[in-house]
């Protein structure tokens, strides 16, 4: 089955860039989804399609895709951004198709 | 505005059985896919299963044969049955909207129900 691997954690200061990879086989020929998970509450969306945004998503919240590297980048870091992103495919040729990462904790110092 | 109110986790002890609800309003129900994803204590996410809107149903290796996914489009509501239970089936238990043309992805996502199976 396929696997999506993302480091257990990333830190940036505010009003920096943080950048999560999602590494997956040639995943870059996929569409790769991103949530972002607060303490506490359900998983939010916040970019679709590699890098389409949701309504209510700021622009600091983008996407990129490529190779075997799909990339979250979140500009000018806020306190709030600090949660769990997860990115996410879905394998239509297989038999349980739903694939998350492991999950990325981005701490802001 | 879409919301999904799951319920029907509880306390159960191993080899037992639940069934899970996610009451669904604010859009089309009969017309989108519908997913659960669960998350055990401390970990990450995990998708269990998906059901889509003719009714085609796909389930994670991890539950297939004990969990089944069904939805009533006359009640807007989906279901997960499961069986079998087993102390890593503990997690919160969320449902998701699924949407998409080629790749699914999850708009929408309940508060989420906790099963928490121990004997």
């Known amino acids: 089955s396929y696997v999506l691997t993302q480091p257990p954690s990333v830190s940036v200061a505010p009003g920096l860039t943080a950048t999560i990879p999602c590494g997956g086989n040639?995943?870059?020929?996929?569409?790769v989804h991103w949530y972002q998970q607060r303490p506490g509450q359900a998983p939010v969306l916040v970019v679709y399609?590699?890098?389409d945004r949701p309504s209510g998503i700021p622009e600091r919240f983008s996407g990129s895709n490529s190779g075997n590297t799909a990339t979250l980048t979140i500009s000018t870091v806020e306190d709030g951004d600090e949660a769990d992103y997860y990115c996410q495919v879905w394998e239509n040729t297989s038999d349980h198709p739903g694939v998350f990462g492991g999950g990325t904790k981005l701490t802001v110092l | 505005e879409v919301q999904l109110l799951e319920s029907g986790g509880g306390l159960i002890q191993p080899g037992g059985s639940l069934r899970l609800s996610c009451a669904a309003s604010?859009?089309?129900?009969?017309?989108?896919?519908m997913s659960w994803v669960r998350q055990a204590p401390g970990k990450g996410l995990e998708w269990v299963s998906t059901?889509?809107?003719?009714?085609?149903?796909y389930y994670a290796d991890s539950v297939k044969g004990r969990f089944t996914v069904s939805r009533d489009n006359s009640k807007n509501t989906l279901y997960l049955q499961m069986n079998t239970l087993r102390a890593d089936d503990t997690a919160v238990y969320y449902c998701?909207?699924?949407?998409?043309?080629?790749?699914?992805?999850?708009?929408?996502w309940g508060q989420g129900t906790l099963v928490a199976v121990s004997s």
């Open positions: 059901v889509g809107s003719g009714g085609t149903r």
């Open positions: 604010g859009f089309a129900f009969g017309t989108y896919a």
């Open positions: 998701a909207k699924a949407r998409g043309m080629i790749s699914w992805r999850f708009d929408y």
């Open positions: 040639n995943i870059g020929s996929k569409s």
């Open positions: 399609d590699n890098s």
